[in-house]
């Protein structure tokens, strides 16, 4: 498998302690198709004022995402199904293209009142993002395509990519047809 990460956030969690090896630059989820923007947030974003456009939202500390590689060999399509069976754990493709692999997991320093319980010193993803380019407040959708089970996937792929989901559902046939051949047949 060649996932290779992006470690990044739809705003801006990722856990560096937990960040695998394959892990790349930081990046934001947003509709933009412009590199996320480096302003620090406002005074606004961290006292949530009523009339600011994070007030009583969370979204942005309650997942981390990954960037993997578009999915293009049989293998790589079986991973897409792997992943997405798990329980908060989402695929999505951004408008630039890039696969992204999401773990829905809320920070552990996000306070019931919606606040960052380590503002002055949350990570620099968390201090780089800015909200204006938070999908939210856009028309577009976050994602081109967004994928929460399997079955989903599959739907996605055998329209989207007809020949090579016959491939790969000819890939899964022979795997199965091997796997049931008694000579092949694993004793414990
Ligand atoms: S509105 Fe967007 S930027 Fe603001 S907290 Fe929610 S997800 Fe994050
Ligand atoms: S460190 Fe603070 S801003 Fe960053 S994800 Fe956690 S609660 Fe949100």
Not at 19 to 37: D, L, M
Not at 39 to 53: N, R, W
Not at 93 to 101: A, F, P, T
Not at 112 to 130: A, K, M, Q, S
């Amino acid at each position: 498998m060649s996932l290779q990460g992006k470690a990044m956030s739809r705003k801006r969690a990722n856990t560096p302690g937990n960040t695998p090896p394959i892990a790349k630059a930081p990046s934001t989820k947003s509709s933009s198709t412009k590199a996320p923007s480096t302003k620090p947030p406002g005074k606004t974003h961290l006292k949530k004022e009523g009339a600011h456009p994070c007030h009583e939202c969370t979204a942005c500390c309650n997942y981390i995402a990954l960037e993997i590689d578009e999915p293009t060999t049989n293998r790589e399509y079986d991973y897409i199904r792997w992943y997405l069976f798990r329980p908060n754990v989402k695929v999505y493709v951004d408008w630039d293209g890039d696969w992204h692999l999401q773990v829905d997991s809320d920070c552990q320093h996000l306070l019931p009142n919606g606040l960052c319980g380590v503002y002055e010193t949350r990570p620099n993803i968390c201090r780089d993002f800015d909200w204006r380019d938070c999908e939210k407040h856009n028309d577009d959708p976050a994602e081109k395509w967004l994928f929460t089970t399997s079955e989903e996937f599959l739907s996605w792929f055998a329209k989207q990519r007809p020949k090579a989901f016959q491939r790969y559902e000819a890939f899964c046939e022979n795997l199965r047809q091997e796997a049931a051949e008694p000579e092949l047949l694993r004793v414990i």
